[in-house]
C-alpha cells in the first residue's frame, strides 16, 4: 500500500515534470523576442517574416499559442518541420530504431562488464587487479564521447582497416558508437558498484553468511548483490538523460541515422519544431525511465513496500 | 590499514595536482610567452607534424589546415574553456546553493515548486538543453557561460537543500530565531557555512561534467565561434583532417583527458578526507 503510494506520488511528479518541460521547450523560442525572424533564414524580406508569422499564428496572445502547442503535443502533433515540411513526430518516430539500438546496446554491455568489474573490484579491495580496475575506470570517465571516437576511427578504421568509421545496419558498424557511448558509463557503474558492494559486505547479515561458511562468491551473488544494486538501479535512471546526450555526438560522428543527429541537423537549420519534438521526447524518455526505477526500487527494497 | 588509506590518498591528490597545475601553468605560460601567434598562420606551413622546424620556428605540436601552430592554439584554448567553465561552475554553484538553502529552510510549498524545477532541469538531456538555448540566442563567449551557468544548478540545489534540512534542526538555529534574526541573515551566516563545504567538494566532481559538456558544444561548431581555438574547437577542427593529420585530434583530447581525470581524482580525495574526519 505504502509502495502504490510511493508511486503514485512519482507518477503524478513526472506529469508536472513534463509539463514544465513543454513550458521550458515553448518559452526558449521567444527569449529573443522574435520566433519569426529567430525560424526564418537570416536573409528573409520584411514581408517573407511577416506573412510566416501570420501563418504560425505568432500574432496571438501567447498563452493561446502555449494552449494551442500543448494540446497539439497531447495528441502527438509538433507541427511540421520547417524544413521537411513533414510533421516532426514521424521525423522522429523514423529515427527512432537506430537510437534505440545504440543506446540499449551501449547500455547492455556497459552494465554487464560494470556490475562484473565493480564485484571483483569489491571482492579484491586493494589488491593489483582492484587497482587495475580502479585505473581503467578512471580513464573511461576522462576522455569525451566524440574524443574516444575519433581516436577508434583513426585506429581501427584508418590503420588497421577493421571496422567500418560509419554508417548503419550492420554489426560491425555498431561496435565501435557502442563502445564510445557504452564507456563512460562502463566506468560510472564499475565505480558505483565496487562502492556499493564494498559497503554492504560490511554489514552484519554478511558476517552471518561468511560464519555459515558459504564461500565467497556465493556471498556476494546471493546474498550482498542485490542490496548493493538499489544505489546502481537508481542511478542508472539519472544516467539515461546523459546517456541521450552521448548518443547525440556518437551519432554525428558515426553518421548513425538516429534521433541525436536529427537534433544536431536541426538546431543547426533553425528547424525548431523538430527541436521542441526530440526535447519533449527526451523528457519523456528520461521521466519513463525514472519511474521505472522507481517500481524496480521497490521491488528491490521491501522496506518501502510495508 | 589506515595508514595504507592514507597513503593511497595522498598519491592520488599528488597526481591530481600534477595534472592540474600543469594544465593551468600550459594555459597561462603558452599565451604569454610562447613566441608563435595561435591565430595568424603561414600558409606555407600547414600540417607540419609535431617536433618540426619550418622556416625558423619550431613546432613542438605541429601545425594545423592553416600553417597555424598548435601548442600556441592549445595553449589559449585549454585557458578559453578551462575560464568558460570555471565562471560557468560558478554560476551554477552560488545559483543552486542560494536556491537549495531556501527551499530547504522554507521547506513546503517553496520546497515543492524549487524541487520540481530541479526535477525539470535535470529531464531534459544538458546538450540537448544547451544547444537549444545557444541556437536561439546566437553562440558567443557570453552566451556559452551564461547557458552553462544557468543548466548547471539543479544539483548543486538538491544537495544544499538536504543539508539545509539537517542544519535548520539544530539548536544554534533555534537560539538564532529566537533572538529575532531574519531569516536570510539565519541563511546566508548561519547556515551557509555549514553547507560551503560540501558543495566545494561537489563542485569539484561537478568539473568535469562541464569541460566534457563545453567541449561538446564547441566539437559541435555551436560554441566560442572560431578562430578562437577552444578545446572542442581544435577537436571540431581537426576532425576534418584526421586522416592526414591526427595530432590535430589527439593532443587536445589528451588536455581534456588530463583535466578531467585531474578534476576527479582531486573530488575523490576531498570526499574520503571529508569521510574519515567524520569517522
Redesign the interface.
Known sequence: MKGFRFLLSRAV?GV???F??SL??FF??F??GDPAA?MMAPDSTVAEIDAFREAMGFNDPILVQYGRFLAGVVQGDFGNSLRYQRPALDLLSERLTATGVLALSALLWSSLLGFALGAIAAVRK?KPIDFAIRVIS??G???????LA??M??LFS?NLRWLPSSGYGTFQQLIMPSVALGAYYLSAITRLVRASLIETLGENYIRTARAKGLTQWRIVVRHAMRNAMIPVVTLQG?YL??L??GA??TE??FAWPGIGRL??EA??N?DFPV?QA??LF??MV??IANFLVDVAYTWLNPRIRL | MFG?FQLRSNEDAALAIFLLVSAVVVSLAIPLFWPLDPLRGDIMATFKPPMTTNAGDFHPLGTDQLGRDLLARLGLGTLISFGIVLVAALISVVLGTALGMIAGYYGGWTDAIIM??V??Q????????I???V???GPSLFNLIIVLGLTGWAIFARVARGRTLEVRELEYIDASRAIGLSDLTIIFRHILPNIIGPQTVLLTLDL?RLI?LE??VG????GVQPPVPTLGNL?GEG?SY??IA?WL??YP?LM??AL??GC??LGDWLVRRAKSKVS
Open positions: 511528479q508536472i515534470v513534463m514544465g518541460v521550458l521547450v526558449a523560442l527569449l529573443t529567430l586493494n578512471l580513464l570517465q576522462a576522455v569525451p564521447v566524440f574524443w575519433l581516436m576511427i583513426i584508418l539519472m538523460a546523459s541521450l546526450g547525440l555526438v554525428i560522428i537534433a544536431v538546431i543547426q533553425r527541436v526530440v526535447v527526451a523528457a528520461f521521466v | 595504507r520540481r524545477l526535477d525539470i535535470l529531464a531534459v538531456p544538458f546538450i540537448l538543453l544547444l537549444l538555448l541556437s536561439v540566442l568535469p566534457i567541449a561538446s566539437f559541435l561548431g555551436l577537436i576532425r584526421m586522416l591526427n585530434v589527439l583530447g581534456v583527458g578531467v581525470i576527479n581524482l
